[in-house]
Every structure is written in structure tokens, then in C-alpha cells.
């Protein structure tokens, strides 16, 4: 047992560089959506790696305590609304119930935590009053900034990378009331048309990256097992939110192991909105079955950005019915079984462990098709 009474498990659990002894329960923190429009293939696969991780862990022996996020408050959910002339709130509660709709029938677990942004907004000033204590943000307008000068050096990227991106999620780094271009708001003042709450510094709403900081403050404490998103959000986003947490608590690292799941491309092009080359979760489902879906999602390596090409879920149909039918056999096997679990803590090596379940047939089969909730 350690100081908090979590189980030690002497199976360890690789993911990409971090070898993590297993704790349980395990912390994962995934940073959720944007319910701004309907979920598209790269969001999924997102969700269902992260499922698919804390199955694993499962299989370890940890329990699993996941928190997934939902970002109801945020610019782009805003406009979106305004344009349709609709309240945000009310928009995004049915863009949350069409996302919720999309994972069950991927058969994504709930999180234990689904927490909403704007229930914690109190968090998030309470984060903003710890930072600002320890001068790791100052107050300028109506707004409190985090000092961030030293984040882009932490996450090995240039400072014409780490500008290029935080630019294309929208940060504003030419805004002249920041001291440094890579400060960024914790809290923002709101004009009358934008969702908004009392502060100390006015009325005003949330930074994207401080509400994520807020939130895994508010659910996991002070740091997290493993923290999972797509990997085009690594920075800003999570390098903010995590340099938030560890500056406002003093504990680091704030996440014990990174999963940052690989981005889909269409014809070479990232998968988004803005690239209007959106595959739609909702529209492969009426042609194709949703375990051939999730399948294409995760028989390749979690990290890597990939090709979407329709024809391929036919070959990953084809591949479950051959398991299906392994799956059948009445045979039972302690290395298969064995060798499957250590596929998948090995860096959670999806292609080697279907491999070994059709291969050997039986009971290797089940497991991985159960693990994986490819049933
Ligand atoms: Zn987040």
C-alpha cells in the first residue's frame, strides 16, 4: 500500500517512453470535447484508445478512475450557438447527448467523471488566487495571466513551432496586455453577449487550458496516471495545463505518463473541422458494423497519425469474424493468455495481441476480443 492507500502491483505497464508501475485505482485524465459539433472519426479514436488503455490497466489488476472533460465553455462553442441562434448552454447539452450516443455504440465505457467546465468555474478562480500568490500569474484588465515563458522549452519544441501552434488553437499571442507571447489566460474577462461569471477581477470566464487544470485539480488532486488526448493538443494544451498544476501545487511531474493518441489524416490532411474533411462517427455506423469501426480505430500503434480509408473497414470485418470464429473453439491456453496480456502492457501492442488471440484460438481469442470490447 502507499501513503494513500493504493494497491501496488508489481506488473508494470508501458507506454511509449514510461515504463509505470501499476497503481490502483489508476488516475486517468482525458481531455474531452468541445460539444460543438457532432463527433468525427479522430475525436473517436481518442476516446476509444483511452477506453481501451484503462481496459488494460484493468487487465493489470488496477481498478480505474477515469475523468473525462467536457469543455462547455469556450469561444468556438459560442459562436457556433450564436450563429445558430440558439443559448450555448442548451446547444451544448445536444451536441453532448449526439457525442454520448456515438461512444456507447463504439462501446466506449462512461468515465467515472464527466465533469462540465462550467461547474467548475469556482475552481478555476481558486486556481487563478493560487497562481497569483505564488507569481506565477499577474492580473492586467479583467484578466489573469499565467506566466508561460518557459513552457514551450519543456515540451522540446522551437519557439517558431510552439508559436505556429498556439496561434492555430487560437491563442493570442500578439495580445499586447501579456508580458511574455507565451503567457496565456487563466481567466478572461466576458463581454454581455459571452458566457460569464463573478471574479475578483470582474466578470469573466475561463481559459481553455486553466479550466482542464482546474478540473483534474478537482477530481484526481494533485497529479494523474496517465493523461490521454490527441496529440495535436500535447501543446498547448495539455504542456498549459499541466505547467498550471504544477505550478499553482508545487507537486510534479503532473502526469506520470503521457497518451497522446496519433491524429487521422484524409487524403494527407489532418481530419478537422476548419480542413472540411470531417468522417463522420454517426454516418460509418449506418454502413459499417461498430466493432469493424473500433477495430480499424485500434489494430494499429496508438501513437502514430493515420491514413482514413473506407475500404479498410471491410478488411477489419473480415478480420473479426475470423476471430469470432477462433473465439469459438473450445481450447484453453496459460501461455497464449499470457503472451496476449503481455502484448498489451507492452505499450499497449494491439496488432501482436490479435495476432496471438486468432493464432491460438480458444480462450486467448475471448480474452482479447473482451479486453478489447470487440464482442
Ligand atoms: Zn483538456
Known amino acids: 500500500m502507499d501513503h494513500l492507500g493504493r494497491r501496488e502491483h508489481t506488473d508494470r505497464i508501458r507506454l511509449g ?4 508501475p501499476v497503481v490502483s485505482p489508476a488516475r486517468l485524465y482525458v481531455c474531452g470535447i468541445t460539444p460543438y459539433d457532432v463527433t468525427h472519426l479522430g475525436h473517436a479514436g481518442t476516446f476509444v ?3 481501451a488503455a484503462a481496459a488494460v490497466l484493468r487487465l ?12 462547455d465553455v469556450d469561444d468556438v462553442l459560442t ?4 450563429r445558430r441562434g440558439r443559448h450555448f448552454d442548451e446547444f451544448a447539452l445536444e451536441q453532448e447527448y449526439l457525442f454520448g450516443r456515438d461512444m456507447a455504440a463504439l462501446r466506449v465505457r462512461r468515465p467515472e467523471y464527466e465533469p462540465r467546465a462550467r461547474h467548475h468555474v469556482g475552481r478555476v478562480v481558486q486556481l487563478a ?9 499577474y492580473q492586467r484588465d479583467g484578466a489573469v495571466y499565467f506566466r508561460g515563458a518557459d513552457v514551450p522549452a519543456k515540451t522540446g519544441l522551437t519557439l517558431e513551432e510552439a508559436t505556429e501552434l498556439a496561434v492555430e488553437f487560437g491563442d493570442r499571442t500578439e495580445d499586447l496586455n501579456r508580458e511574455d507571447p507565451f503567457d496565456v489566460p487563466v481567466w478572461r474577462p466576458s463581454t454581455d453577449d459571452q458566457p460569464g461569471w463573478p471574479s475578483p477581477w470582474g466578470r469573466g470566464r475561463p481559459g481553455w487550458h486553466a479550466e482542464c487544470a482546474a478540473i483534474a485539480l478537482g477530481v484526481h488532486g494533485c497529479a494523474v496516471d496517465i493523461l490521454a488526448g490527441g496529440a495535436d ?8 495545463q499541466a505547467a498550471m498544476v504544477e505550478a499553482a501545487t508545487g507537486v510534479g511531474p503532473f502526469a506520470r505518463a503521457e497518451f497522446p493518441v496519433g491524429t487521422v489524416t484524409v487524403d494527407g490532411a489532418k481530419m478537422a ?10 454516418d460509418l455506423l449506418r454502413s459499417y458494423p461498430a466493432a469493424a469501426v473500433r477495430l480499424l480505430l485500434l489494430n494499429r500503434p496508438w501513437r502514430l497519425s493515420w491514413e482514413f480509408r473506407s475500404e479498410d473497414i471491410a478488411d477489419q470485418a473480415n478480420r473479426l469474424d475470423r476471430l469470432y470464429s477462433a473465439a469459438g473453439r473450445a481450447l ?5 493468455t499470457d503472451a496476449l496480456t503481455a502484448a498489451l502492457v507492452d505499450d499497449l501492442d494491439v496488432p501482436a495481441a490479435l495476432e496471438i488471440g486468432e493464432e491460438s484460438g480458444g480462450d486467448a481469442a475471448r480474452l482479447v476480443l473482451r479486453t478489447l470490447a470487440l464482442e
Open 60 to 71: 493489470a489488476g488496477a481498478e480505474t478512475l477515469t475523468c473525462r472533460n467536457v469543455t
Open 49 to 51: 484508445w483511452a477506453d
Open 17 to 20: 517512453g514510461s515504463a509505470l
Open 79 to 82: 459562436h457556433a450557438a450564436q
Open 129 to 137: 488566487l493560487a497562481l497569483l500568490a505564488t507569481d506565477h500569474a
Open 273 to 282: 473541422k476548419s480542413g472540411g474533411n470531417l468522417v463522420l462517427v454517426s
Open 233 to 240: 493538443l500535447s501543446f498547448p494544451h495539455r504542456a498549459y
Open 332 to 336: 484453453t491456453s496459460r501461455a497464449a
